[in-house]
């Protein structure tokens, strides 16, 4: 597949960027923030992106998705990285409906897929447990009694957690924390009882939250995949999402890079414009060769999904691990060559680079993800 | 069978009686490459064979048309043919400044004279090429030139001198940029001419480098002569021929940043070892590589995007302004890394146990990737002004 947009995608992401920039912006996204919303999104925004189908893009069309493939969902999600954009397109979409379409039985898709490609169910994944992005480590239990599954752990980092249906949660049925194998996926719905919600306050004042299972019995036929043989199905998922994240990367830095070279061009100091400074204008030039890098190896990665190819890891690790990278830079260097303005909460350039960082450490950060690419690439 | 079928059936038939078996062996060095000209630098016999006889079928150039020297062949002949010449590892024939650099100006600027006269030459490896651009004080400011070119009617006479000629002392002409008239910018009044090196007016000195090597030279023209009908374009609009060959040359040097087929983590994991985890036993120099091979892959996705770009008629977007300079400092972090991962071997200068001190001659020799055909710094001013639209002082 050639490394250029078709004309229906084209198309796509320029409704995506009309769309978004009109209904949810940084200032809309600040709102949310500052009324303390209930929510933490906005719900009719987030139905007319349902009846869009951007809900459905990479659902296949038999369970009432668009087909699009990930290459659509991945402009979207460039889009809302360009804007901030508060919705679960992230948690239920990207994450979610993915490791249904991995693990799930055509029972529990057909059951499952059509309501998020339809945006009336919310369902996101509960997998990390400690500071930092290790799936391998899960302890959280499952014990199976009788045709049921009895769950116990917690965990953080939980997508719109408290706005959601149903969580996916990852848990151990067998061997120990660092095993690949044992590990088993399971739906749980909000309200279950011994399962609480907390919704908690990250920087870039999206939604999340912290789950706690204590004996959390749930019907046998929650269970995703096959018991203890979750790891292949929920490492592919985790890729797709990583590669979606990357895509979200790239928009929000390509953003705050081009903001801040419009910056650039209008401050004045010592009677000049600052962008006529050599030492601005290299670094801004540099980082637009690492933007139109991050770029490439995005799209790379999201047609690798589209194609099919068997082992994703390798190409995601890549992404998220470069965009990781350029995301970091470009937000840092968006608030120094802001100056003081930059530092402000009135100015907008530092809801990028709050965001950045949460999206950044969102299944793995760029040091967890370039020790993979290494690992991966034999060393 | 399709027609590209039929080709690709021809092709491998003719390659396999064609093709000496010598020349199916990898380029080592440059010593292998064949650049053909009037007293051919000939390391094998062989060299000359295989490219006679390629350039029989025109095929030394297989993209040009016909009438020129060429093969004629379209995009996905071209493809063809180079997938069968690397089914066999034929190397190819010959490699020239004339073919990567000189022919594109003259098919795009030259008139039809000019092109029947020079192309064939070229394809035939008859006649080597090489660039006079670079002069002393006219190096990142290569617009101000001071080579000067006299009208004498029918020729001109040209006086100056030129450096960083590559490989001036085995060429047999020179496309050469040169001031017609100094009154207005200094943009204006530069022309674009071809002569011949083989005249009393030029002399050739080579240039000794770091790396022990003279790939170029500083060149000085005392009335050496140039003929009028090898003006190329109008006499004082040579800038914007020199400006598309610039854009041409990047392209090449950027190539060098191209992933090597052994990466270097696995040349390190052989010389340096794994932990017992599975790493890379030096955890800071494996960062280092894996930061390298992300930033190669990366950069090849790029180059492969802004290719099929241009082929869905996309234009060549702007990222292609960042071939040159991102190419270049690829290619000298791999030869840092190559340095840092072989050790002591890596700094061998001479002697069989060094193997004539391949590596560290590259890796000197890549220090000049990121100076010649525009420095780096040049590289990202044009980003900062072309691309970001930042202004100038």
């Known amino acids: ?379 | 069978m399709s027609d590209l079928d039929q080709f690709r059936q021809e092709a491998r038939t003719w390659l396999e009686a064609n093709c000496p078996e010598s020349m199916r062996t990898p380029v080592r060095s440059f010593l292998d490459m064949y650049s053909g000209g009037r007293n051919p630098e000939i390391d094998h016999p062989d060299q000359k064979v295989w490219c006679d006889r390629m350039a029989e079928r025109g095929w030394t150039v297989p993209h040009w048309p016909k009438e020129y020297g060429g093969g004629g062949l379209d995009h996905d002949e071209v493809k063809v043919l180079r997938e069968e010449m690397a089914r066999i590892n034929a190397r190819s024939p010959l490699d020239s400044f004339g073919i990567s650099m000189l022919g594109p100006a003259l098919l795009k600027f030259g008139n039809e004279e000019q092109k029947l006269e020079h192309l064939p030459k070229i394809c035939r490896g008859e006649i080597r090429w090489c660039q006079g651009y670079s002069e002393p004080n006219a190096g990142s400011d290569l617009a101000s030139l001071a080579t000067r070119a006299e009208d004498q009617g029918d020729h001109y006479l040209i006086n100056g001198q030129k450096v960083w000629t590559s490989y001036a002392d085995k060429a047999d002409w020179i496309f050469c940029l040169v001031r017609t008239d100094n009154s207005g910018s200094k943009h204006e009044g530069i022309s674009f001419v071809l002569f011949d090196m083989d005249q009393s007016g030029v002399t050739v000195r080579p240039i000794r480098l770091i790396s022990g090597s003279s790939p170029f030279c500083e060149t000085f023209f005392d009335n050496a002569r140039a003929e009028k009908k090898d003006l190329v374009g109008e006499e004082g609009h040579g800038w914007t021929i020199a400006k598309y060959l610039l854009t041409h040359e990047r392209e090449m040097i950027s190539g060098f940043g191209a992933a090597p087929k052994k990466s270097v983590g696995q040349v390190a994991m052989e010389s340096i070892g794994a932990d017992a985890s599975g790493r890379l036993a030096n955890s800071v120099l494996r960062q280092n590589i894996a930061q390298y091979q992300l930033d190669t892959l990366a950069f090849g996705a790029t180059m492969a995007r802004v290719g099929d770009e241009a082929k869905a008629g996309q234009g060549l977007g702007a990222a292609s302004s960042i071939f040159k300079y991102y190419g270049t400092e690829l290619n000298k972090r791999r030869n840092e890394l190559n340095l840092a991962v072989l050790g002591e071997s890596a700094l061998g200068w001479d002697g069989e146990a060094y193997r004539g001190g391949a590596v560290s001659r590259d890796w000197l020799r890549s220090k000049g990737n990121s100076i010649e055909g525009g420095t780096s710094e040049i590289q990202l001013n044009i980003i900062a002004k072309r691309v970001l639209g930042l202004p100038d002082e």
Request: glycine share 12%; hydrophobic share 45%.
């Open chain 1, 1 to 379: 597949m050639a490394l250029v947009l078709n004309e229906e995608q084209v198309m796509l992401r320029d409704s995506a960027a009309g769309f978004l920039a009109q209904k949810a912006t940084v200032a809309h996204l600040r709102e949310l923030r500052d009324s303390g919303s209930e929510r933490g999104f906005d719900e009719s925004v987030w139905r007319e992106m349902a009846e869009m189908g951007w809900a459905g893009i990479a659902i296949p069309e038999a369970f009432g998705g668009l087909g699009y493939g990930y290459t659509g969902l991945g402009l979207v999600l460039e889009q809302v990285g360009r804007n901030l954009s508060a919705s679960p397109l992230e948690s239920s979409v990207l994450v979610a409906a993915t490791v249904i379409a991995e693990l799930g039985s055509d029972g529990q898709k057909e059951q499952l897929l059509p309501a998020i490609a339809a945006g009336e169910k919310l369902v996101t994944l509960a997998l990390q447990e400690g500071p930092h992005h290790a799936p391998a480590q899960v302890a959280a239990t499952a014990v199976a009694e009788g045709d049921e599954w009895v769950l116990s752990g917690c965990k953080l980092m939980v997508l719109d957690a408290h706005v959601a249906d149903s969580f996916i949660v990852v848990a151990r049925s067998a061997g120990q924390p660092g095993d690949e194998s044992g590990l088993s996926v399971f739906l749980v719905d909000a309200g279950t009882p011994g399962l609480s919600v907390e919704r908690r306050s990250l920087v870039d004042s999206r939604n999340v939250g912290v789950i706690s299972l204590e004996s959390v019995r749930v019907p046998g036929s929650s269970l995703l995949g096959a018991a203890g043989d979750a790891w292949a199905g929920l490492n592919r998922a985790l890729d797709i999402a990583n590669i979606g994240l990357a895509s979200e990367l790239l928009g929000l830095s390509v953003e705050a890079f081009e903001r801040t070279v419009g910056y650039l061009r209008e401050r004045k100091q010592f009677g000049r414009v600052i962008g006529s400074f050599q030492g601005l204008q290299h670094r801004a030039a540099e980082l637009f060769a690492e933007l139109e890098l991050a770029r490439s190896i995005v799209l790379q990665a999201l047609q690798a999904v589209d194609n099919g190819q068997e082992d994703l890891s390798l190409i995601a690790s890549a992404a998220k691990a470069k965009l990781c990278e350029v995301a970091q830079r470009a937000t840092n260097e968006g608030i120094q060559m802001h100056g003081g303005i930059g530092m402000t909460d009135e100015h907008e350039i530092g809801f990028f680079i709050k965001r950045a960082r949460v999206a950044q450490h969102t299944f793995g950060d760029y040091n967890y993800h370039l020790d993979r690419f290494a690992q991966l690439s034999g060393f």
